[in-house]
């Protein structure tokens, strides 16, 4: 059974930096591209960050330059390093995995971190 597990949320300051981890079980880890998604009350589940297999990154324009996602497939791990943080960023935070197999695209979703950006 896969399962991905979040840690690392929380409160912060505006201006700060958090950083999230996820942990995967029950797969081939390397062979799965993961994501960190958000979602803010009231709005639409965005991307936030993407990792390949291969370690391609792809970033919301709204994070690139302050996000930072990076894998490590010894750990079965995929982190999210949150800087400068931005009150406006409030939002539970979701780890994502994907593969795309001959019969078809295979995903998971974590159940997600809550992240509070707040003075």
């Known amino acids: 059974q896969v399962q991905l597990v979040e840690s690392g949320g929380g409160l912060v300051q505006p201006g700060g930096s958090l950083r999230l981890s996820c942990a995967a079980s029950?797969?081939?880890?390397?062979?799965?591209?993961m994501a960190w998604y958000r979602q803010a009350p009231g709005k639409q589940r965005e991307l936030v960050a993407r990792?390949?297999?291969?370690?391609?990154?792809v970033y919301a324009d709204s994070v690139r330059g302050r996000f930072t996602i990076a894998r490590d497939n010894a750990k079965n791990t995929v982190s999210l390093q949150m800087n400068s943080l931005k009150p406006e960023e409030t939002a539970v935070y979701y780890c994502?995995?994907?593969?795309?197999?001959?019969?078809?695209?295979?995903?998971?979703w974590g159940q997600g971190t809550q992240v509070t950006v707040s003075a």
């Open positions: 994502y995995a994907e593969r795309r197999m001959a019969w078809g695209p295979e995903n998971y």
């Open positions: 029950g797969m081939i880890f390397k062979t799965f591209a």
């Open positions: 990792i390949s297999s291969g370690g391609d990154t």
